[in-house]
């Protein structure tokens, strides 16, 4: 006959729950650590807190403007036909109609970045709780664009994403980050976010940067194609050339009647052409720069309201 198998021994009461109670702590100290370690949860922002936002990739911030510094768009002269038809495309961006990503390029000193903020200006209309915003994002901080996207994906607003002096040397590739967001990537552009950008350069890479590819790559055409396609993503491409001594003039006079600065007209004349000489340029920086040395020297407060 077989013997019967002996039972194990056993086990003291509570013996096998202390071993899995240790784990759980365990794990619940490590699960602690890593929250500890891992990067805050973006906070949402306060659209309706300002018309203008600063965007800081450092903790996903968007810091509000209250008061934008921008000219009105009267006292921008010479740049007649790209201001209306930035304006035609702002327009319809508002009103959730098609509109194009727009680089503007050119002349330095004539207005790119003024027509920009004065362009959401008379589109987006003072107050607050308007739904067209303003968002400045730093050259520097392109490569967090896909951050910022997120936030303003979902939001009940429309945005001018705005990057002033945009361009890329021969070392930098995040321009491959924002070829990506603007229109080839798996999500594309939000349709409540357009990117405007202003660059002294057309394909907004140094000339000798798309040489130096011509010379060094295998095949020469298809390394400056890559280049100049980031410029192919801005469906609207606003030029902004050197103006004449008449339109020079003409912006000289606009920012003085403006101010409502009295001073002789062939006095004005010949100062503001002396100051554009003495500078090697004439634009409307420069012109805005001779109205602040006549009225310094006259006494006269320059404020928003003349």
């Known amino acids: 006959?077989?013997?019967?198998?002996?039972?194990?021994?056993?086990?003291?009461?509570?013996?096998?729950?202390?071993?899995?109670?240790?784990?759980n702590a365990a794990i619940e100290r490590i699960a602690a650590a890593l929250e500890r370690l891992a990067p805050p949860k973006p906070a949402i922002p306060d659209f309706a807190a300002a018309n203008a936002f600063i965007w800081h990739p450092d903790g996903f911030r968007l810091t509000p403007v209250i008061h934008v510094n921008r000219v009105d768009m009267a006292l921008l002269k010479g740049i007649d036909r790209?201001?209306?038809?930035?304006?035609?495309?702002?327009?319809?961006?508002?009103?959730?109609?098609?509109a194009n990503n727009a680089l503007l390029w050119g002349a330095r000193g004539?207005?790119?970045?003024?027509?920009?903020?004065?362009?959401?200006?008379?589109?987006?209309?003072?107050?607050?709780?308007?739904?067209?915003?303003?968002?400045?994002?730093?050259?520097?901080d392109i490569?967090?664009?896909?951050?910022?996207?997120?936030?303003?994906?979902?939001?009940?607003?429309?945005?001018?994403?705005?990057?002033?002096?945009?361009?890329?040397?021969?070392?930098?590739?995040?321009?491959?980050?924002?070829?990506?967001?603007?229109?080839?990537?798996?999500?594309?552009?939000?349709?409540?976010?357009?990117?405007?950008?202003?660059?002294?350069?057309r394909h907004l890479m140094a000339r000798e940067m798309m040489e130096n590819e011509r010379q060094t790559a295998i095949n020469p055409g298809e390394a400056v194609e890559e280049k100049v396609s980031l410029s192919d993503r801005f469906g609207l491409w606003l030029?902004?050339?050197?103006?004449?001594?008449?339109?020079?003039?003409?912006?000289?006079?606009?920012?003085?009647a403006h101010f409502q600065i009295r001073y002789a007209a062939d006095a004005l004349e010949r100062e503001a052409l002396?100051?554009?000489?003495?500078?090697?340029?004439?634009?409307?920086?420069?012109?805005?720069?001779?109205?602040?040395?006549?009225?310094?020297?006259?006494?006269?407060?320059?404020?928003?309201d003349g």
């Not at 050197?242 to 003085?256: F, I």
């Open 1 to 23: 006959m077989a013997k019967r198998a002996s039972k194990p021994p056993k086990r003291p009461a509570g013996s096998s729950a202390r071993p899995t109670s240790v784990a």
């Open 82 to 98: 790209v201001r209306d038809l930035l304006l035609e495309n702002t327009e319809r961006f508002a009103k959730a109609l098609p």
């Open 110 to 140: 004539m207005g790119k970045s003024s027509l920009v903020k004065a362009v959401h200006a008379a589109v987006s209309g003072p107050r607050q709780t308007e739904r067209l915003k303003l968002v400045e994002i730093h050259r520097e």
């Open 143 to 201: 490569e967090s664009l896909p951050n910022l996207m997120a936030l303003m994906r979902n939001a009940p607003y429309r945005f001018i994403l705005f990057c002033d002096d945009l361009s890329f040397e021969a070392t930098d590739t995040s321009y491959k980050s924002l070829k990506a967001v603007l229109e080839g990537g798996i999500e594309g552009r939000p349709d409540n976010v357009v990117f405007y950008a202003t660059s002294n350069r």
């Open 239 to 256: 030029g902004f050339h050197r103006c004449s001594q008449d339109e020079y003039l003409a912006m000289v006079a606009g920012y003085v």
């Open 274 to 304: 002396e100051w554009a000489t003495t500078r090697g340029a004439r634009s409307g920086r420069v012109a805005w720069q001779y109205v602040q040395d006549l009225a310094g020297r006259l006494g006269v407060h320059l404020s928003a």
